[in-house]
Each structure stands twice: as C-alpha cells, then as structure tokens.
C-alpha cells in the first residue's frame, strides 16, 4: 500500500481513503461495535468505509454513529466515534473510506 492518502481496489473497482494512519491506527473493538479515532477527513452518516486487517476485511455502509454516547452526524479530525459493524473489527485494523 502506498503511503498517500488514497488507494485503490482493483478486485471490487472501488477508491478508497484512509481514515486513520498506518502508522498508529486507533481501532478498538468488542463483537459489533468499534471506535474509530478520526485522524484524516470526515465521517458521515450513511458514508461507506472499509475495515482491513490481518483477519478483517469487510465492507459496510454507516448506519449510525456516537461521540461520547450521544449520536451524531458527522465526525471530523480528532474526534473519537463508536459505531456497529457487521463483522468482528480488531485493535491496529486500517479503517477507509470509500469514494465513489
């Protein structure tokens, strides 16, 4: 992967842009919800991302999200989110945003 802020995947013909930094990913997980800490760009509702790791690699629309236990619509750089995930995020899992 390179290390500019957007790559692509050629299998499902989709860009996508980094949410988090390689270097120190912030992804903390139980089964069905993870926090993201927002170090690139801004998140939204119904915004589609991307989660990849070493056993993670799945796809999923935003249906909802929460900063501080309070829902919101949108996050930005800096911010901390939880969120529902459809499939089992790990700790250091690499979190894009896809872009159409």
């Not at 499902?12 to 842009?17: D, I, N, P, V």
């Not at 760009?41 to 929460?66: C, N, P, Y």
């Not at 996050?75 to 700790?91: N, P, Q």
Request: proline content about 2%; charged content about 25%.
């Amino acid at each position: 992967m390179s290390s500019d802020s957007s790559c692509s995947n050629p299998r499902e013909g989709l860009s996508w842009q980094k949410l988090n930094s390689a270097r120190s990913p912030t992804i903390s997980a139980k089964i069905g919800v993870a926090a993201i800490q927002i170090t690139q760009d801004t998140l939204r509702v119904g915004d589609t991302i991307h989660i990849k790791g070493h056993t993670s690699d799945f796809t999923q629309k935003i249906e909802a999200m929460q900063i501080d236990g309070k829902s919101v619509g949108e996050a930005t750089v800096g911010e901390s989110i939880g969120l529902r995930v459809k499939d089992h995020a790990r700790e250091h899992d690499q979190v894009f945003k896809v872009v159409e």
